[in-house]
């Protein structure tokens, strides 16, 4: 999508007015080289136990952290930062990512945007505890210590500054616009609401006038109810309502049961990246970020990092503070929760919120142009301090192949790693939740050609650097909704990162984790493969590559990408199905 076509689109807004019922009330449209393979598995630690000073025991662990950190200084996939991190926190005076019940000492931690903790909402940090031999379940009810600034300590009361608090709207209150009605402005990527209601876990579009106002779906998973009343300030006088002030963004996890998978966080940030600056009206950052649906604890330090440079906070700054639900032990309770820091049936007026559409009300899953996209690489880079990915330069001869661990496995990957080898230099890295983002973003800095299966972590895959190149591995029967092209989707925007794919097409590549499944949708072809079981059914399965096939794609393309063809020159059509 051009610059001038989102222009003439934000130009022609869809509907602006208020909402005060009339016969002609329009409902917002919801269209408009070779070498031997290095491996190294990423997984980290949060929780160091702090050293007593002046013990023998103490001076020979920090000489032994010394000669870890200077045998880690050799390895290939840059991870000297995050061990330094680490034997240097001993040093410092701010607070660890985690730590276990049984460590009774708080391990300060560098202040800083490259270690392990990230970015944090101004003046709420948090950490879950984990109880050592205890399995959590999906959906736990979780536990929390907060970073208290003032006596720097860690402690399960949650400060004050963790939630945002609202104006009470006493009888008189100056409302916007003067009147406490909701009116809307939406355009075909977003929605700016003034006099947004909320209540116990619904929004409510506050309307008055003779006529009646149908209601519409906000996003995926949020319904916009209609409070209709002859008067609004009326209605609105003795409610004792609270007002949060400012500009809010609202930020619904479209898909809440899958939090973990930052492939979901890069759909719905990137697009928010472009809009944010496309919207000059609306305040960059945002007064206060709302996410709906999910715990603190699914809040990463990756999707963390990403929201920030989407919501155009500046290097070294805070998030905004943000608002979320009352935490539930079932996702089902999670979804109509009350806000924290509120009574349950207490109502709140948002003064003025900005609402993305998601792709299932009409909105895209990547940056709205290939500026953007570029612009915020660059931001990414910029944050972490590393530097700026600039076209032209040599691609990195390093091929590097992201394995899986759970599910989406290759089962013949010792094969597929030594064949590899006949290319380039080979590493094999495993990210997981525990590694930094700026980890994986030296990674990923470095390497010329990212390999991996269908998985969330390929929403790295757009900071690669120019003219770099992703071979992907797509399982069987995976194509619903376009979910196949998903990442495709993301790098093709960048303009700069060649995508390929290689396709399971047979039975006998695919091997279901749960004998159920199949049972139930091992015979499917990909046509009928169109339902949520039988997609979900996909997510848990590993492939076996067929390892001639996959050369044969490395012999056809790889010379193109080495040479420096750009992405038009190099393409070739998506594997069918």
């Known amino acids: 999508m051009s610059t001038a ?31 031997n393979a290095s491996s190294t598995k990423t997984n980290g630690t949060h929780d160091q136990p702090r050293p007593r000073q002046g013990s023998i025991l103490w001076c020979c662990s920090m000489a032994l952290v010394l000669l870890a950190a200077l045998a880690v200084g050799t390895s290939k996939l840059g991870v000297l930062d995050r061990q330094s991190a680490v034997s240097l926190s001993a040093a410092t005076n701010e607070p660890p990512a985690s730590q276990s019940l049984n460590h009774t000492e708080p391990q300060p931690e560098t202040e800083s945007i490259n270690n392990i903790q990230g970015i944090f909402p101004k003046g709420c940090r948090w950490r879950d505890i984990q109880h050592e031999g205890q399995a959590k379940k999906f959906w736990a009810k979780e536990q929390y210590e907060y970073w208290h600034g003032d006596v720097k300590q860690w402690k399960p009361e949650m400060p004050q500054t963790c939630a945002v608090g609202g104006t009470p709207a006493k009888q008189g209150y100056a409302w916007l616009n003067g009147t406490p009605r909701t009116e809307v402005e939406c355009t075909a990527t977003h929605c700016i609401y003034r006099n947004l209601w909320y209540n116990n876990g619904r929004f409510y579009l506050l309307v008055d006038g003779p006529a009646a106002v149908a209601p519409w779906k906000m996003t995926r998973n949020q319904d916009l109810n209609v409070v209709h009343v002859d008067n609004a300030n009326q209605w609105a006088a003795p409610l004792d309502a609270k007002v949060v002030s400012g500009d809010t963004l609202i930020f619904d996890f479209v898909y809440f049961l899958h939090p973990t998978a930052i492939g ?15 919207e000059p009206a609306f305040k960059r950052p945002a007064t206060q970020f709302m996410l709906l649906h999910l715990k603190r604890v699914h809040l990463m330090e990756w999707a963390r990092a990403v929201m920030s440079v989407a919501l155009g906070v500046k290097v070294h700054e805070d998030l905004p503070p943000m608002m979320m639900q009352q935490e539930s032990d079932s996702v089902w309770t999670q979804i109509p929760s009350p806000l924290e820091g509120y009574e349950p049936h207490e109502w709140v007026s948002f003064e003025r919120a900005l609402v993305v559409r998601d792709i299932f009300t009409g909105g895209v899953r990547t940056f709205l142009s290939t500026e953007d996209a570029q612009a915020f690489r660059a931001s990414m880079y910029k944050q972490y301090n590393l530097p700026s990915p600039e076209s032209g330069r040599p691609v990195p001869r390093v091929i590097t192949f992201q394995r899986k661990r759970a599910n989406r496995r290759v089962i013949n990957e010792d094969q597929l790693v030594r064949m590899l080898q006949e290319f380039a230099e080979v590493r094999v890295v495993e990210f997981n939740t525990s590694t930094s983002f700026h980890e994986q973003l030296q990674v990923i800095s470095g390497t010329g050609v990212f390999i991996s299966v269908h998985t969330s972590n390929l929403a790295n895959a757009q900071f690669l650097p120019p003219g770099a190149a992703v ?16 990442f495709q989707i993301q790098t093709e925007m960048m303009g700069d990162i060649h995508h390929y794919a290689w396709r399971a097409r047979h039975r006998n590549q695919t091997v279901y984790i749960n004998k159920r499944d199949s049972e139930r949708f091992g015979d499917w072809t990909s046509q009928q493969c169109a339902t949520e079981d039988c997609v979900e059914a996909h997510t848990n399965v590993d492939v076996v590559v067929n390892v001639n096939e996959f050369r044969a794609l490395l012999k056809d393309r790889l010379p193109h990408v080495w040479a420096g063809k750009s992405v038009a020159e190099a393409a070739i059509p998506w594997p069918e199905v």
Do not use: C, Y
Request: charged content about 25%; aromatic content about 10%.
């Open 5 to 35: 076509e989102l222009k003439r689109r934000k130009s022609k807004r869809l509907h602006s007015k208020g909402l005060q019922s009339t016969d002609s009330h329009i409902r917002p449209n919801a269209n408009g080289g070779t070498a």
């Open 264 to 278: 979901h966080w890069s759909e719905m940030m990137f697009p928010l990246f472009s809009i944010l600056r496309l």
């Open 471 to 486: 071979f992907e591995i797509i399982q069987r029967n995976w194509v619903w909704e376009n979910l196949d092209r998903s």
